[in-house]
């Protein structure tokens, strides 16, 4: 007993489960439920195709037996039961479960009815010709390949895909605490809209729905509304609503029938017919005498007839509502990117797709260009052993065995090894002249064959042109019309459609009120003017946030606490230029102490993009945006902060940014943007720059090309700068004097990256917005104090500064300007308003 309790190792039970159970759900997801979103397939199926095409069951050959098949995948990929093999199988043979074919079967394959296949021994099947397409020029290094099961066999990671089977054929799985449920598509419009993508990469959903206009289900039926399919285009996630297709035929004395002739999609059209049979058993439903299902192998008929003066409008009005008749189809757009579940938008999964093939297609043809420059190289061969072809003959009849003969051709000719073996391998018949010109005739062949694949690799367009052409030739040779129909329903009406597209300005106040109006209701003024009243605030609030951003495009909020929320600029109350606004818990789900810090303008092209977010004690973080691209309305984690701590900025990047931060006390650090790590959406960061007591970051500001830096103080002071005289320090650095503060400037209120074609709004705590041209603003060193931009009232400050496009300067009578100790001087006397410096603080 004891040697055995010395060999019993204690585990803690709770960690034991958790680490069981995470690697049971990650089996599940990766290798099991989900499809890959680049070739649109789960594991079992992809081993299903696969096996199939190395047992040589292609379109052009006989029909083979499905327990053959089967039995295949199972003993060489897929360790399960034989019947989730067959019956993944089946689905790919399925008309009204697939879109486009797979497999073709031949047998009892199921029905709409709910009939299931018959035994695999009993059935018979083949590759599809589409199915071609999927895994051809597989042989040819265009994917890579990983162990079986015991490891005796390659299996391909991936198809090589050559049309986005995902959208078109559609994917449905359920694994460990996740789901996917894609629909299908038609596939003209989704090669199209793929085309379209490599035409124009910075395309939206939008414009990718003008071709791919709604799923196009194998069934058929209608599609009611837009605003479901449009939900699950730009978010992954939208409730499609499917009626079936109905007809209403006049018969003898007053009556009518209803014919159906297309139901939803993954409806079982026996099942429905018997919950129509039941309600009129049950007396729930009146007016109907008969119910036939007359369908055949020409098309589906189910026949419900009426009785005398029935209106047919209000029998179906009620089967829509209480049958299957009207289904809601769930689309949750969820795939495996990189082996990770995500769900994805209609422009990612086309972006991911363009991403496989142009890996596929260059791979292909650098396993061309391979073979043809080895071919070539054996051809320079035999052409230079044709020409000194009797020295040849007679060297390899006196060598004693064939390893001299190699060896000897080496040392004369300076043959490679593969040369030498070739002429030695070469037949006599080869020394005719006739054969000569054939040689020659193919090296020339192959140098135009090389030279056009080795333009393919250095000219991405060529490249893309290539697949565009390849799936243009798909489209062509397998497309057909669009089998369900996208109606408007009534009551159905997409808000955009209705708004206006024009620019808006979004502020928000310290004490949370957000609200929008046009832009145009700030009008430009002079340096040094009093500005328009911006809001009538209640005491002590102000708006101290201000961005400007299109009606049609989405905002995401910023906490101090870290959480990002996304709401569109639309849904923002439009108020009046003194008015107070909303409160922002009324349109968010924020807690009661969380405070908006940060607002961005998501741009329509977010791919590869980036966010990097600033903390108040100058922490630093850069994350993908694709991790914020699907945010629900309880918002999610932005990032991690410290106790102490709060995020005070956020930017927008492409990766390739030079960024400058600012602080209170007038400290500025400029530093690229690669010097920040990317981490996970809920990471802390790193320290930006090293902070003196008391002194927080207040701004970070993208510098483009041809931008100055403004810096603004919160006593009404500013200048402009040339970057140049910002050198580009590494991260955690104390930073560089950006601006002489003084009791008379106050501290810094802002720092901006700004054109000189645009202008800047200022506004102060006391609801004051001025705006001004950049131009306006007097250049500066850095280490200057700047110009009065603007005359504060009593106690007031600047708290908010944001740039807007220029507008036309309005005359105004009443315009002054200040000098640097507020007096009033006279506009023709601008000069005098000069600027002073100090020594370095």
């Known amino acids: 007993m004891s040697k055995i309790q010395d060999k019993l190792i204690p ?91 797979l497999v073709e079967g031949q047998g009892n394959f199921g029905s709409v009815d709910g009939d299931g296949a018959a035994a695999m021994r009993y059935t018979e099947a083949r590759l599809a010709k589409l199915s071609m397409h999927l895994i051809g020029e597989i042989d040819k290094d265009t994917v890579d390949f990983c162990p079986n099961f015991d490891e005796t066999l390659l299996q391909p990671t991936v198809l090589p ?19 996917t449920n894609i629909p299908p598509h038609n596939l003209r419009e989704v090669i199209d809209g793929c085309i379209h993508m490599i035409d124009n990469p910075d395309c939206t959903v939008d414009d990718l729905m003008q071709f791919i206009k709604a799923p196009d289900f194998p069934t058929g039926a209608i599609i009611l509304g837009h605003s479901g399919v449009r939900a699950a285009y730009h978010t992954g996630r939208g409730k499609i609503i499917c009626r079936a297709r109905t007809e209403i035929e006049p018969m003898a004395q007053n009556r009518n029938r209803i014919v159906v002739t297309e139901i939803p999609y993954m409806v079982n059209k026996s099942k429905m017919v018997e919950k129509i049979a039941e309600l009129v058993h049950e007396k729930r439903l009146d007016g109907i005498s008969d119910i036939r299902d007359e369908s055949d192998r020409h098309g589906m008929r189910v026949v419900i007839e009426l009785k005398r003066d ?81 020295e040849i003959v007679d060297m390899i009849k006196k060598s004693p065995d064939a390893a001299t003969a190699r060896a000897r051709l080496i040392e004369a000719f300076a043959f490679s090894d593969r040369q030498a073996q070739a002429i030695l391998d070469m037949r006599l018949a080869r020394l005719t002249g006739l054969e000569r010109d054939k040689l020659q005739a193919e090296y020339d062949e192959l140098a135009k064959t090389i030279a056009y694949l080795s333009s393919l690799l250095a000219d991405e367009a060529l ?53 929008r109006l046009p832009k145009s209701t700030y009008r430009a003024q002079n340096r040094g003017g009093k500005g328009v009243s911006g809001m009538t605030t209640r005491a002590e609030d102000y708006a101290e946030r201000l961005i400007i951003v299109n009606t049609h495009e989405e905002i995401m909020f910023f906490t ?129 720059m090293r902070l003196r007591d008391e002194d927080e ?25 040339d ?73 007031a400050q600047i708290v908010a500064v944001a740039r807007a496009e220029q507008e036309e300067l309005e005359e105004d009578e009443d315009i002054l300007l200040v000098d640097e100790d507020g007096n009033i001087i006279p506009a023709e006397d601008a000069g005098d308003a000069t600027e002073t410096t100090s020594d370095d603080i």
Not at 55 to 68: C, E, I, Q, V, W
Not at 733 to 757: F, H, P, R, W, Y
């Open 11 to 101: 585990i803690d039970l709770e960690h034991e489960m958790k680490k069981s159970f995470i690697s049971y759900a990650m089996a599940v997801i990766i290798n099991r439920a989900l499809p890959d979103v680049r070739d649109g397939l789960k594991p079992v199926h992809r081993r299903i195709l696969y096996a199939m095409n190395e047992l040589g069951m292609t379109p052009d050959k006989p029909y083979r037996k499905s327990a053959r098949i089967v039995g295949d995948v199972l003993g060489k990929f897929h360790p399960h039961g034989d019947s989730s093999v067959y019956d993944a199988m089946v689905r790919l043979a399925q008309d009204f479960s697939i879109r486009y074919l």
């Open 161 to 179: 895909s050559r049309y986005p089977n995902l959208l078109v054929n559609g994917s449905s799985g359920i694994a460990v605490g996740m789901a």
């Open 310 to 390: 029935v209106h047919p409008t209000v029998v179906l009005n009620y089967l829509y509502k209480h049958t299957q008749m009207q289904e809601t189809f769930g689309a949750n757009m969820l795939a495996l990117v990189n082996g990770e579940p995500k769900v994805l938008t209609l422009r990612e999964m086309v972006y991911h797709y363009i991403a496989h093939q142009k890996d596929v297609v260059t791979r292909r043809t650098r396993y061309d260009l391979d073979k043809a420059q080895a071919r070539s190289h054996i051809l320079e061969g035999l052409l230079k052993a044709l020409d000194h072809i009797d």
């Open 463 to 515: 490249l893309m042109g290539v697949i565009k052409d390849e799936m243009t030739v798909i489209r062509d040779k397998f497309s057909d019309e669009r089998r369900t129909e996208l109606t408007h329903m009534e009551g159905d009406i997409d808000i955009e459609d209705l708004i206006q597209s024009e620019d808006m300005i979004v502020t928000m106040t310290q004490f949370g009120y957000v609200k």
């Open 560 to 688: 101090n606490r870290g959480r990002v929320y996304t709401l569109k600029c639309y849904q923002i109350p439009e108020a009046g230029r003194t008015a107070r606004g909303m409160a922002i818990v009324n349109l968010l789900q924020i807690a009661s102490d969380e405070k908006v810090t940060a607002m961005i303008p998501v741009p329509r092209d977010t791919e590869e993009h980036y966010l990097v977010m600033m903390t108040r004690k100058g922490m630093i973080k850069r994350s993908q945006y694709s991790d914020f691209a699907n945010l629900r309305k309880s918002g999610l984690i932005a990032i991690t902060l410290k106790e102490d701590d709060e995020l005070c900025t956020v930017e927008l990047t492409d990766g390739q940014q030079s960024l400058i931060l600012g602080s209170r006390f007038g400290k500025a650090l400029r530093c690229h943007e690669d010097t920040i790590r990317v981490i996970g959406r809920s990471g802390m960061g790193v320290r930006a």
């Open 697 to 721: 970051m207040i701004d970070m500001s993208i510098l483009g090309e041809d931008q100055q830096v403004l810096a603004i103080t919160t006593n009404g002071y500013g200048k402009r700068t």
């Open 723 to 795: 970057p140049d005289q910002y050198r580009e320090q590494g991260r955690n650095g104390s930073g560089i004097i950006a601006m002489n503060l003084t009791d008379k400037t106050g501290l810094l209120a802002a720092q901006l990256a700004v054109n000189l074609d645009e202008d800047i709004l200022l506004i102060t705590d006391d609801g004051t917005v001025i705006r001004m041209a950049v131009a306006d603003i007097r250049e500066s060193g850095r280490n200057t104090q700047g110009v009065r931009l603007m005359r504060i009232a009593g106690d």
